[in-house]
């Protein structure tokens, strides 16, 4: 045997034939890949018999959804909200064209992202490196602040090892899409983000969903498959994004040790939001971060600017640093401004943990008022994520234009992001959010429900 066909026996054996396959080939997990030869075999309708919706994007089913809520709006004369430019900073107040808002829509939870302390470290770091850093992190991309926020999460986490990539939702859906394989198995929260979604169909694993929060449902899945996968990962999220409540991850734990799983947790909106020094669900629970097997979070949230981490053991993180695309290969490196302005973040949320608590203390008030008000907000408790439960979708839809018409911004969450049932205006609680602005939108948005239209049942 030659030296080549020996190394390339002992990467197939190390990996597993796939994956070695996939990283000869670059055609990553594609089920669908077909050589030419394959393709002379399978048969084609003529051209003539090819509809406009394949090939005209303004006869896509998507779009005509689109232009249906479009001409509903303006029926209704509602102001059209969305891609509104706004100035200055966007936390819990922002401006739109020159007017003021109470903002229920910022995930800059912990206004760190109009921080000064965080955008002098940003404007530092460009005077220092510039806008750019030029390349991918293994080549020429590296700058010291990408190993500093590193070494720093992995403090607070108490994990090994950690990297920093440039996008949020990028790194969720590549950690996940590079880890399983064609021989392994995802179960995942049914409630789970949809950069998650996305890597999970980058794998080709058999995947599938347990019922939000249900452990016993869980349990029978690993009881029944868990012999016939090699990896098994199991996905939850520390605050889940719709609901804003927070998974049993002590029993998660539990459950994939028994079942020699691999659990990861999307701390999304947990770091820097949940736990008495808000740093996210170890903090919370009272739990060491070598516990979980993979830590991923993003730094549009509470860390105010733009990026997405893994943190972990060593092996998990030398595996996707040197291998995984879109993680750190194939890709550019975080700007000097996001690792700079992250790094800040981060020191901040340790120094201040009074940050934390009076949004925690905000989002406890507003869920109280609501409640008391005779609104449902569904499960949330403990986040920062508040959602006022609507069920329909044309009344979601006037509920968040009638709250804009009067100076408050929070956004209709709805199908294909929720179920139309569950549809619902989705409020993101702010550190510098104030009582009054609390009380007189709770008080606003039942005067605003006691006048609503019927709704029509449109969408
Ligand atoms: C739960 C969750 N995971 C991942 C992401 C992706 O993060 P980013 O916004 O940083 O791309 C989001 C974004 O909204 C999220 O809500």
């Known amino acids: 045997m030659t030296t080549r066909n020996s190394i390339e026996k002992l990467r197939a054996t190390l990996l597993g034939k796939t994956q070695s396959n996939a990283m000869a080939t670059g055609a990553s997990h594609d089920v669908a890949h077909a050589s030419v030869a394959e393709s002379k075999r399978l048969t084609a309708r003529s051209l003539d018999d090819i509809p406009p919706a394949y090939f005209q994007f303004k006869d896509f089913p998507e779009y005509k959804e689109y ?35 109470v903002n229920f829509s910022t995930y800059n939870y912990l206004a760190l992202g109009s921080d000064e302390r965080v955008k002098n470290a940003a404007i530092e770091a460009v005077r220092t490196f510039g806008a750019g850093t030029g390349s991918g992190r293994s080549i020429t991309g590296e700058i010291d602040l990408h190993s500093a926020f590193e ?11 950690a990297v920093l990539s440039v996008g949020g939702y990028s790194t969720n859906a590549f950690t996940i899409g590079y880890l399983c394989r064609n021989q392994d198995l995802i179960l995942y929260d049914e409630l789970i983000h949809n950069s998650a ?37 199991i996905l939850a999220e520390g605050v889940y994004s719709m609901d804003g409540d927070i998974p049993d991850v002590p029993k998660l ?23 008495p020094r ?74 201040q943990p009074d940050r934390a608590r009076r949004l925690q203390d905000n989002a406890a008030y507003f869920i109280q ?91």
Request: charged letters at 20%; a neutral charge.
């Open 253 to 275: 734990v539990e459950i994939k040790d028994k079942y020699k799983a691999l659990l990861m947790v999307d701390e999304a909106h947990s770091m820097g939001v949940i736990g």
């Open 369 to 459: 008022q609501a409640q008391t008000a005779g609104l449902d907000t569904y499960r949330s408790k403990d986040s920062g994520v508040v959602p006022i439960m609507m069920r329909d979708s044309e009344l979601a839809l006037w509920l968040s234009m009638k709250l804009w018409e009067n100076g408050i911004c929070s956004y209709p969450m709805m199908h294909p992001i929720v179920p139309r049932d569950k549809t619902r205006l989705r409020f993101f609680i702010n550190v510098n959010h104030t009582h009054e602005q609390i009380n007189q939108t709770i008080d606003l948005i039942g005067d605003l429900l006691k006048v609503a239209p019927k709704s029509k049942g449109l969408f």
């Open 278 to 351: 808000g740093l996210g669900v170890c903090d919370y629970f009272g739990i060491d971060g070598k516990q979980i097997d993979i830590l991923y979070g993003s730094l549009s949230k509470a860390f105010g600017t733009c990026g997405g981490y893994v943190a972990g053991p060593s092996p998990l993180i030398a595996i996707l640093k040197h291998y995984a695309p879109g993680v750190l290969l194939y890709g550019a490196s975080p700007t000097p401004a996001n690792a700079a302005a992250a790094l800040e973040s981060l020191r901040i949320m340790r120094e």
């Open 67 to 101: 232009t249906t809520m479009q001409w509903y709006c303006q029926k209704q004369s509602f102001p059209q909200s969305l891609f509104q430019p706004h100035a200055g900073a966007s936390d819990a107040n922002v401006t739109i064209h020159g007017r003021e808002f």
């Open 197 to 233: 979604l996305i890597g999970c169909k980058m794998t080709g694993s058999r995947r599938f969903s347990f019922p939000h929060n249900d452990y016993d449902a869980l349990t029978q899945l690993l009881d029944q498959h868990r012999g016939n996968f090699e990896r098994v990962l």
């Open 151 to 161: 070494r720093e999460i992995c403090d607070v986490l108490g994990t090994e090892d």
